[in-house]
Structure formats: structure tokens, C-alpha cells
């Protein structure tokens, strides 16, 4: 008897384990920031939103950005936080009601650092987390004329005292994470927030053990990385974001070469990442001359490591580009995703804006069912 083709032969169907963890496919949420959590508490919607996609059928669930425990982590009060006893209550039902709904689910950790006044006014005495002071050189960004001029005043370089504090912060949430049940935690060391502003020569000019060339800039997400393993310990995986943009600037790169990315990924590793989870705008788009590999291709053939894809799957627009217009065009890639995949270049996809248009997009790929349509002014607006 001979099978007919479907979906569920794919490469996208196929099981992966990372410590711990089984995955049951290769399909991941992508973080997304909502704001729908006041006081940055979690609630019964939050968690109901996180269990659809789980019952959907997606592999594993990354969630929305969450604050950690420190003054200037987090400048938006619906953005859900990693501390605080009604916090960690309702990040408990989330991870309950994903688990009942048969999924996974790690948070994404997250520091603003420079970019702290760009989601809402802050209190202007406290003092942002900038490595150097500086907000970093402005090129091609989304935000307004007039936050990037109050940005670009210099503020204190972080202390000895900063750098230490924040490394235990970003442990804390971690073990808080665990405690709480989650299957892993998430790291935001991308797109020009605390960790990539170590990493990023603009906003790190510091001539100190955490400043200097790329590995040396690698030092300050390296601690972050260890302290978070001792916290958690042997058993649960760390997933860590990384991007070559930064909000500030769109085309600027964390790396030039495929050398200076294996120095900064290659630390990472050996500090105790698990997942590279590569962001970019189209998870096909090359990042060196000379080779078709996307950035994740490029991180699993310089460390090994499992990685992970993100960008415009099904979409013909980029995040950046869809935040002008109503509805995104639709785009069938599908097939050349999974030819990537089949061809072991990454190991998981992350799909976003598809997954505010259909909580189910797993069980819809899993049915070569029809593509979603994405519309921001529909699908961002409310937590469906
Ligand atoms: C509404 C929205 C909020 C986002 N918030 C975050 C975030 O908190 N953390 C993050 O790393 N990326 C964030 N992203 C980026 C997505 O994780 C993803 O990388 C991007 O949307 C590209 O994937 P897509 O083309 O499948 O949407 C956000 C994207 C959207 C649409």
C-alpha cells in the first residue's frame, strides 16, 4: 500500500528534543508583545490566548516579551512581568492552561535597556540601562522624530553595580519562570534592548572587561547566559534571540563576517544556549555574499547548535513593512521553508503575525489547509 502525501510527512511534523523537552514539531510562536496584561499581571485572557495556540497545535509556544525584576527593565505597565506574588499567579494559570491544552511554553525574558521611554513617558530621574550611555547611532527606524531626540541625550554609563545587578534580575526570573512551570525560558539579546547593546559597537564603547572587540562585547549576554543555567540548572533548554538590526537601525549588523558571528554565538553556546533563534525579517533572506543561508542556517553551521528561523512565512510583506498598510498580502512559501528544514539548514520556525491571524496555524499547515490573511488593524488590536 502506498501513502499518500500530506502534510504531516513534512519536515515541520517532525519531533525534536532539546534537553528536557519534546517538542512534537518544529512550528513556534514567536514573541509578541500585547500589552494586555495591566499592572503586569497575566490574566484569564492572557492565559486563554497562550492555551489556543497550544490546542492549535503548535510545537512550542515563545511568549511576549515579560519584565524582569529590575527599575528600568520594562516602560510599558501592560507588559507582563517575571516577579511580583500576582504576577507569578498568573503566569501560573498560563502555564497551566497551556499544558492542559498540550503544549509548551517558555517566556521571553526581557530588558529594554537604551530603549527605555519608547513604548510610553517614563519618570525622567530614573536612569536607563545603557552600556556607554548611548542610545546608538540612528539609522532606518519606525520610531518618532521626536523620542529619538530626547533618546539621543547621553545618559551614566551602567556601573560594576548596574552590570551585577541586572545579571542577577535576569537569574531570578529565570528560576521565578521554573518555579512557575514553564519548560524552559527565553532570552531577549536582539534588536538593540539591554543584551544586544553590549553586544553592538555603537551603544557599547566601554574600554572595560565588558567593552572592546566582539568578544569582549560577547562578555556581558555570556553572564547573563551562565547566571540564568546556574538558576535553572541542568534540565530545562535556553532559547536566545538574536538579530543583525536594531530598532535604532534597521540595517545596522551585529556581525560583518561569518567569523565575528561564530565568536559571539559560539560563546553563547558554550555558556549554556541551547536554541539560537536568529530574527529577521524573511527567514530566507541571505546575510553573507556568497551563500543562499539565512541567518539561523548560518548560526547552526557555525555552532552546532539547534536553531531557529523567523520572518514573513506566508506573509509577502516584513513586520516593518505591514505596520503601514491593512491587510498583508499572502505569500506560499511553504514549500521552499520546508525544503530549508528538510535540508537540516535550521531546526525550528517561528511564525508571528500568522499566529494573531490563526491560533491554529500548526493544525492549518498540518492540513495544507488555506494561508491565513494577515491585517494588522484586525489581528494586533485584540488578543484573539
Ligand atoms: C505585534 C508584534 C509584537 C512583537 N513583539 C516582539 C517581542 O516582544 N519580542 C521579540 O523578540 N519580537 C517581537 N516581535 C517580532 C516577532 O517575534 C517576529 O520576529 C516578527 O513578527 C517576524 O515574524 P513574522 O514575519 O512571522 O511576523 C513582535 C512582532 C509583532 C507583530
Known amino acids: 500500500m502506498t501513502l499518500s502525501h500530506t502534510m504531516s510527512d513534512s519536515p515541520l511534523f517532525r519531533p525534536l528534543a532539546v534537553r528536557s523537552l519534546t517538542l512534537p514539531n518544529r512550528i513556534v510562536m514567536s ?45 510599558n505597565p501592560n507588559v507582563p512581568r517575571m516577579h511580583g506574588d500576582d504576577a507569578l499567579a498568573g503566569w501560573r494559570r498560563v502555564v497551566d492552561e497551556v499544558h492542559a491544552g498540550g503544549g509548551r511554553i517558555v517566556p521571553q525574558l526581557w530588558h529594554v535597556g537604551p530603549l527605555w521611554g519608547a513604548m510610553s513617558r517614563v519618570d525622567p530621574m530614573l536612569v536607563p540601562m545603557r552600556p556607554s550611555g548611548l542610545w546608538g547611532e540612528p539609522g532606518v527606524t519606525s520610531y518618532p522624530d521626536r523620542y529619538v531626540e530626547r533618546a539621543l541625550v547621553p545618559t551614566e554609563a551602567m556601573t560594576e553595580q548596574d552590570i551585577a545587578d541586572v545579571v542577577d534580575a535576569f537569574a531570578r526570573g529565570a528560576r521565578l519562570a521554573a518555579d512557575a512551570g514553564c519548560d524552559g525560558v527565553a532570552l531577549h539579546g536582539g534588536h538593540g534592548y539591554l543584551l544586544d547593546a553590549f553586544l553592538w559597537e555603537s551603544t557599547n564603547r566601554r574600554d572595560d572587561d565588558w567593552g572592546g572587540d566582539l568578544e569582549r562585547r560577547t562578555r556581558f549576554p555570556v553572564a547573563v547566559v551562565r547566571a540564568v543555567r546556574d538558576a535553572i540548572g541542568p534540565d530545562l533548554p535556553i532559547v536566545f534571540r538574536f538579530s543583525q538590526h536594531k530598532q535604532q537601525d ?92 528538510a535540508a537540516d539548514e535550521f531546526d525550528l520556525i517561528a511564525i508571528g503575525r500568522l499566529h494573531l491571524a490563526d491560533p491554529a496555524i500548526a493544525s492549518t499547515l498540518r492540513a495544507g489547509a488555506p494561508l491565513p490573511v494577515f491585517d494588522r488593524a484586525v489581528h494586533e488590536a485584540t488578543l484573539t
Open 250 to 341: 534597521y540595517q545596522a549588523r551585529l556581525a560583518d563576517t561569518p567569523d565575528d558571528l561564530g565568536t559571539v554565538l559560539g560563546a553563547l553556546v558554550d555558556a549554556g544556549v541551547d536554541v539560537l533563534d536568529a530574527s529577521s525579517r524573511r527567514f530566507d533572506l541571505p546575510v553573507f555574499d556568497g551563500s543562499p543561508l539565512g541567518l539561523a542556517g548560518w548560526a547552526k553551521k557555525l555552532t552546532g547548535a539547534v536553531t531557529c528561523a523567523v520572518g514573513s512565512v506566508g506573509i509577502g510583506k516584513s513586520l516593518r513593512e505591514s505596520r503601514a498598510t491593512g491587510a498583508a498580502p499572502t505569500l506560499d512559501n511553504i514549500g521552499e521553508l520546508e525544503s530549508r528544514l
Open 31 to 75: 514573541p509578541m508583545t500585547r500589552s494586555h496584561s495591566p499592572g503586569g499581571v497575566p490574566g484569564a485572557d492572557v492565559a486563554a490566548y497562550y492555551r489556543r495556540r497550544a490546542e492549535g497545535g503548535t510545537g512550542l509556544v515563545v511568549t511576549e516579551g515579560v519584565a524582569i525584576d529590575h527599575p528600568v527593565a520594562v516602560d
